[in-house]
């Protein structure tokens, strides 16, 4: 019985310090097992401990820098409720937010800011109609997601000195404005131009699991040749000069709507 005694005590305070470990567990002690994790990006100088610490210098896969990483994670995730914020500095791109875990394989985002250069993301995000240039600034004040598809969304964005850089050279569109929102599974989004830019620009998107429908409307608001070649290839031009676009897919060519009407200018 002694020795029972002595191996529960000893089983106890290992225990113990098991906790006591994880409890104050330095950052650096963890990468090992983070870094397989993040996909080619490497963080260094490290400090902190998991639950709230940063990383000096954040590289991709190449060794260039992208900026720096601050982290905090409830410890309530010892527990499987995971609580979670990121800020991240960069020249080229920012953006904080939280993120915690819910039941029934759901993921909720709270609070969200993003800026980006645009112009930063050739490498990653080619298009058939040229590269994006300009701004993106993004605000998610809530987003639920199960399986990875919004379930509720609120969010606006803007799109600032909006351009595309094509084979004719740099095209000037304006500044451009978005918002969207998710009920139940179904998203909708509009986005107009802002001001007197040289692209006028109106539409909207419905989007759900069974289908999708785009309809957006886009006219030059001066004889640019350049943007008048941008806007043929979109689609037909109208003798106004203006280009409709209307299409719509997935099992239901209709998606699901919830009627709040068309978006304001």
Avoid at 49 to 72: E, F, I, K, P, Y
Avoid at 111 to 139: F, I, K, M, N
Avoid at 185 to 193: F, K, M, N, P, R
Wanted: hydrophobic share 45%; charged share 15%; proline share 6%.
């Amino acid at each position: 019985m002694k020795y029972l005694r002595n191996a529960l005590a000893a089983l106890a305070l290992l225990a113990a310090l098991a906790v006591l470990l994880l409890w104050f567990l330095p950052a650096r002690w963890a990468m090992p097992w983070i870094e397989p994790q993040l996909h080619g990006l490497h963080l260094q100088q490290v400090h902190g401990s998991v639950w709230n610490g940063s990383a000096d210098a954040v590289t991709d896969a190449g060794g260039a820098r992208l900026g720096q990483l601050h982290w905090q994670v409830s410890r309530r995730a010892l527990l499987g409720q995971l609580r979670l914020r990121l800020a991240f500095d960069g020249p080229q791109l920012t953006f904080s937010g939280s993120l915690q875990r819910l039941a029934g394989d759901r993921v909720e985002a709270d609070g969200w800011h993003v800026r980006a250069d645009l112009a930063a993301l050739d490498a990653y995000a080619p298009t058939p109609l040229g590269q994006p240039l300009g701004e993106l600034q993004a605000s998610i004040a809530h987003l639920q997601l199960q399986g990875g598809w919004p379930l509720q969304l609120q969010a606006h964005g803007r799109w600032q000195q909006a351009a595309v850089r094509t084979a004719d050279g740099a095209l000037d569109l304006g500044d451009m404005q978005a918002q969207a929102q998710a009920q139940d599974g179904v998203i909708q989004a509009q986005w107009h131009d802002v001001g007197e830019g040289p692209l006028q620009v109106q539409g909207q998107l419905q989007l759900s699991p069974l289908g999708w429908r785009l309809d957006t409307t886009l006219r030059a608001r001066q004889s640019d040749p350049i943007l008048q070649r941008w806007l043929a290839r979109l689609g037909p031009v109208s003798p106004d000069g203006s280009v409709h676009i209307q299409q719509s897919g997935g099992l239901a060519g209709n998606p699901p709507s919830t009627d709040k009407g068309k978006p304001t200018p």
